[in-house]
């Protein structure tokens, strides 16, 4: 009977055996099948994309950083190759022991990670390996919930599908968080040490390696020894790895670290009013996306010249000192590329970043008066061609009203008047006389030839420049007459770079010849006059208040409005224009206010080209150049008290000596044998009709 009941009772048992060989053998079939199910579906979702957030830097002439654009996430990627082995080690010490021989998670870590959270009545935390926290990184939150660790374990193995695992290693050190808006090694080492990544020590690397646990938590900066602690966790790991040897750790722990500077940390923003300007001219006229620009890790090389960016800021800071309401713009170009080497849109751009010298229109006053006096060469006019200046009132028969311009300060000559004297004091009159003389629509086609994009009106009062213009626009025009009659395009970029180091544009300088070499030539000699004070008359040359501050040759045009004070002057090598004024068009004090923008101007120019050759400006071959008495244009004698060397286009030049100031004897000796005969037939007359 016993052994019939043993067995009943090890057939029983048997059967359980049976019965659970069989459910585990389902159980690992239903699981295989789960498995194959999951990595096909995986697959079939194809590669998971590796964009992230980068840092776009901008960089100057000279290829300096001057600005960055990260969205608050400071990252520049790297390949794995320029970072330095010690700090792949460390990571790798400390994160990942196991990382190349997994497929993306380790099963006895995350066991491990759950009992210890059953027992602590704590969520999914820990165990992660660098291919899980990669994808956290690019995919998800961070929050600890077993459904996030799910997902993160789905994510992981489609980045091991898919990528090796040098590319998920470059990756996770690439956008890793290391505190301080550094994401990326290339960043922390930066902000930490002033270093590349390639150039990380032992020492440097392990603290390194030890934030990313506790990016506030371990920061150096923000306590010390806790960083220093976990360093020496991580030198240990490194020591048992085989990564280095226990000689190697303790130098490395005991090892004094530099860190960086405040100084260094603080990224400084260089123009950025001119930074905006680079921005806008990427989505409007190379079309690429805003979101790209601003976290793509693009490389943007602009034409910006830092220190005369620094000369520029710091004049205009001297110039207008506690005048805060008081506004200006500046724009410095390269006459011979277009090249803006330094731009300023307002006082602060923090306060405004509304760009004055971009966006804003404003009427130029007597700075349009040099492309008017360009269209008057060209019909025939001379520096010694004279005008009658008088108050004067300008009647029209087609129903226009009457104009009645006025000199400033009411100073007319009441006699005629040469162009250079015109131009050198800003006579209105003479201004006037000339665009009514060659058609009023003749300087419209003028402006726009020098590269005056704004609509002008075809009236009168556009020889006092009464239509508004943009600042950048009216300076780069100036250009044409620097560079011997070629139209520039402003440019601001010179070439971009995406983050895999592909050139997604460069662009060369722009320039078209289509002045005459000759007549912009003598206009920039025209031009000098302003600054030259022996030429002082019934009024004084509008430069006068500032010439003693330049010391090369320069040539310019200063205007005014009630609102606005301009200049724009040029060297061979450089071209600004500074204006000042209201945003709320307040009226100016012009004896107050209307030297800022001339003494800007020359302190800037002086100071900017302070290494530079002061060079004189190029004369073409098909100009002469004569001593002319400045007041009636004709050649001067040793009598005349003003002589001026001027420019002609050759065949053009005065050939009658003046005799204003020549003694009678000499004026008669002067004469022509032609005057001499007439002379005595007139006299043979006048005898013959009194007798």
Wanted: charged share 25%; with cysteine.
């Amino acid at each position: 009977m016993e052994v019939i009941i043993k067995k009943r009772r090890s057939k029983r048992k048997i059967g359980w055996f049976r019965r659970l060989f069989r459910f585990s053998l389902f159980m690992i079939v239903l699981c295989m099948l789960a498995a194959v199910s999951l990595l096909t579906y995986l697959k079939m979702e194809g590669a998971p994309l590796l964009q992230v957030s980068q840092t776009t830097r901008f960089f100057d002439a000279n290829d300096a950083i001057i600005g960055e654009s990260h969205q608050g996430q400071n990252r520049y990627w790297i390949p794995l190759e320029e970072m330095s082995e010690d700090l792949i080690h460390a990571t790798l010490a400390i994160e990942d022991r196991k990382f190349y021989n997994h497929y993306g998670f380790d099963p006895t870590r995350i066991a491990g990670a759950v009992v210890a959270n059953v027992k602590s009545g704590g969520k999914a935390q820990g165990a992660s390996t660098i291919t899980q926290q990669y994808a956290r990184n690019l995919y998800l939150t961070h929050d600890k919930t077993w459904k996030r660790k799910f997902n993160e374990i789905l994510y992981a193995l489609r980045l091991e599908m898919y990528y090796t695992k040098d590319e998920i290693l470059e990756g996770y050190l690439n956008t890793i968080y290391y505190g301080h808006g550094a994401y990326g090694i290339e960043a922390a080492a930066q902000y930490f040490f002033n270093k590349k990544a390639s150039e990380l020590n032992l020492a440097e690397a392990s603290l390194l390696a030890g934030i990313p646990k506790g990016p506030s938590y371990y920061s150096p900066q923000n306590d010390f020894d806790r960083a220093k602690q976990r360093q020496e966790l991580i030198l240990r790991s490194m020591a048992q790895t085989g990564y280095i040897t226990p000689s190697e750790a303790e130098s490395a722990k005991n090892e004094q670290l530099k860190f960086a500077t405040i100084e260094h940390e603080k990224s400084a923003i260089i123009g950025p009013y001119f930074q905006d300007v680079v921005k806008q001219l990427l989505v409007d006229e190379y079309k690429i996306d805003e979101t790209l620009i601003e976290q793509g890790g693009l490389q943007i090389f602009t034409t910006l010249d830092r220190d005369m960016q620094e000369e520029a800021e710091r004049w205009i800071e001297a110039e207008l000192g506690a005048k805060e309401e008081l506004q200006t713009a500046l724009v410095a170009i390269s006459p011979r590329t277009g090249d803006v080497k330094a731009l300023v849109g307002g006082r602060n751009y923090m306060e405004s970043p509304f760009n004055r010298a971009t966006q804003a229109k404003r009427s130029p006053g007597s700075t349009f008066k040099p492309f008017l006096y360009y269209a008057a060469l060209e019909h025939g006019f001379s520096p010694s061609s004279t005008l009658l200046s008088e108050p004067t009132t300008f009647t029209f028969d087609d129903g226009r009203p009457d104009y009645a311009p006025s000199n400033f300060n009411e100073r007319y000559a009441n006699d005629f008047v040469t162009l250079l004297q015109a131009l050198a004091f800003s006579d209105n009159i003479y201004a006037v006389k000339t665009h009514l003389f060659l058609d009023t629509e003749t300087l419209v086609e003028t402006a726009a030839r020098f590269g005056i994009q704004s609509p002008l009106e075809n009236n009168p009062s556009l020889a006092l420049g009464t239509n508004e213009v943009r600042l950048l626009e009216l300076t780069n025009s100036y250009a044409s007459f620097a560079n011997g009659g070629q139209r520039v395009e402003p440019r601001f970029i010179r070439k971009v770079i995406d983050k895999n180091g592909q050139v997604l544009f460069e662009r060369q300088p722009i320039a078209e010849q289509v002045l005459d070499p000759n007549l912009t030539f003598i206009m920039t000699d025209l031009m000098t006059g302003m600054f030259d004070r022996s030429l002082n008359d019934y009024a004084s040359v509008t430069g006068g208040s500032v010439a003693h501050l330049i010391n090369r040759p320069v040539a310019g045009k200063s205007g005014s409005t009630p609102y606005d004070s301009w200049m724009v002057g040029f060297t061979p090598q450089l071209v600004t224009g500074v204006w000042v004024g209201y945003d709320q068009r307040k009226q100016l004090d012009h004896r107050k206010e209307g030297q800022f923008a001339k003494r800007i101007w020359a302190q800037f120019t002086e100071h900017a080209l302070k290494d530079d050759l002061k060079l004189d400006f190029h004369k073409p071959p098909g100009v002469t150049g004569v001593f002319i008495n400045p007041k009636n244009g004709l050649l001067a004698t040793d009598a005349c008290p003003v002589r001026r060397m001027t420019y002609f286009v050759a065949g053009t030049e005065p050939t009658e000596y003046c005799q204003d100031h020549a003694p009678e004897e000499e004026a008669e000796a002067e004469l022509t044998e032609e005057e001499v005969h007439e002379k005595e037939k007139f006299l043979d007359r006048f005898i013959k009709w009194f007798n």
